[in-house]
Structures are given as C-alpha cells and as structure tokens.
C-alpha cells in the first residue's frame, strides 16, 4: 500500500508568515491528493482537492501544489485562524491513506 | 443542506460488537460513495472503509475481516458493523462522504460517534 508522509508534524510561525506543508507518497499518486484542515475538537474541513483546486468557501490565502509523489500546502500570510492541524489524503484508489498531520501554531 | 448523523458508539468489552450507523440528508444518498474513518483519542486520521454507489466495499487492512460497511438507499443510513473490537479500536468514528463519483475526497463529515473499547 502507497504511504502519505507529511512534514514537519509541528511548526511554529508568526502571523503574517508564509507556511509550508509537504506531503510525501511512497508512489505516484497523479494529483489525486487532498488537503484537510482540522480545528480543535473540530471536524476535519477539506481545503483542497486535485492537488490544487481550491475548494469552496476556502480564502484564497491556502494554495495546494505538485503531482507524482511530492505536493505542498501554502498558507502565504498565516492568521491566528488557521491553528490547526492539517492532513493530505490520497484520493486515486482505496486505500485512502490520509498523512501524519502537521500541527500550526501560531509563535 | 447535507446532514450526517452518526449514532450508535459507547463502551464496549474487547472481543464485543457493535453497530454504527449514520443518518443522511440534503442529498441524494444513494447517488454517492460513503466512508468511515476514525480518529483515536489526541491522534490523526484513520480511514476505515468505503462502500459505493453499487455497493462495493474496501476496508482499512487493520479492520479487515473484522468489520462490515453496508448501506441502506431506502433509509439514507450507512452502516459499520464492527465485531472483535480491540483496545484500538477505541476512537471517535466518523461517517464522510464522497465529493462525487470518482472522486474519492470526502467534503462533509458528520460530527462523530465515541466507540470505547475496554474493559
């Protein structure tokens, strides 16, 4: 089965800070990747699919990209609403292994 | 709006069963592919299963054999009949479903049902 590695688990920025996630697939996966954002005792929200289509209600401010085994989700300028932990998935065929998650904090 | 409503979870000795369920509305059920997928206590995302349109199923390889997804169109009610529960299974289980036909992302999630297994 096709592993989903996310990295870093945690990071710490400042608000206004342009924030990177990358998620690894141990194969290619096309761009059939998904990016969720998760609030504290919150359900899970999708933020991206395709890789990079925004979906939505989502602010422009998340962006998703890359294909084959390598992708990244952006948020250019981070705002106090965004702490969150966020989990790609991969959507091209069962089963449908979600990454790690990345824990945002704000500094 | 789309509406899902799971029920069912609470405590339960290893080696028990139980049955979940999650009530749908706002769209048409029958037209998408429904999931489970769990959360354990302060850990990540866990897929457990999908069932499709036509009622073809996959599982997780850690509930393999153990756990049964199903859907009833008539009642716009999925199912996971889960038996020989383990310690880790314990976990907040949510129902997902499907964006659209083939395209295997999950854009509304209901709220969760607490399974605990313990003794």
């Known amino acids: 089965d096709i592993q989903m590695t996310q990295s870093p688990s945690s990071l710490s920025a400042s608000v206004g800070d342009r924030v990177t996630i990358t998620c690894r697939a141990s194969q290619d996966i096309g761009n059939s990747l998904a990016w969720y954002q998760q609030k504290p005792g919150r359900v899970p929200k999708l933020l991206i699919y395709?890789?990079?289509t925004l979906h939505s209600g989502v602010p422009s401010r998340f962006s998703g990209s890359g294909s084959g085994t390598d992708f990244t989700l952006t948020i250019s300028s981070l705002q106090p609403e965004d702490v969150a932990t966020y989990y790609c998935?991969?959507?091209?065929?069962?089963?449908?292994?979600f990454g790690g998650g990345t824990k945002v904090e704000i500094k | 709006e789309v509406q899902l409503l799971e029920s069912g979870g609470g405590l339960v000795q290893p080696g028990g069963s139980l049955r979940l369920s999650c009530a749908a509305s706002?769209?048409?059920?029958?037209?998408?592919?429904m999931n489970w997928v769990r959360q354990s206590p302060g850990k990540g995302l866990e897929w457990v299963s999908s069932?499709?349109?036509?009622?073809?199923?996959y599982y997780a390889d850690s509930v393999k054999g153990r756990f049964t997804v199903s859907r009833d169109n008539s009642k716009n009610t999925l199912y996971l009949q889960m038996n020989s529960l383990r310690a880790e299974d314990t976990a907040l289980y949510y129902c997902?479903?499907?964006?659209?036909?083939?395209?295997?992302?999950?854009?509304?999630w209901g709220q969760g049902t607490l399974v605990t297994v313990s003794s």
């Open positions: 998935q991969k959507s091209n065929s069962a089963p449908l292994t």
């Open positions: 395709t890789a990079s």
């Open positions: 997902a479903k499907h964006y659209r036909y083939g395209y295997r992302f999950f854009d509304y």
């Open positions: 069932i499709g349109t036509g009622g073809t199923t």
């Open positions: 706002g769209f048409t059920f029958s037209s998408y592919a």
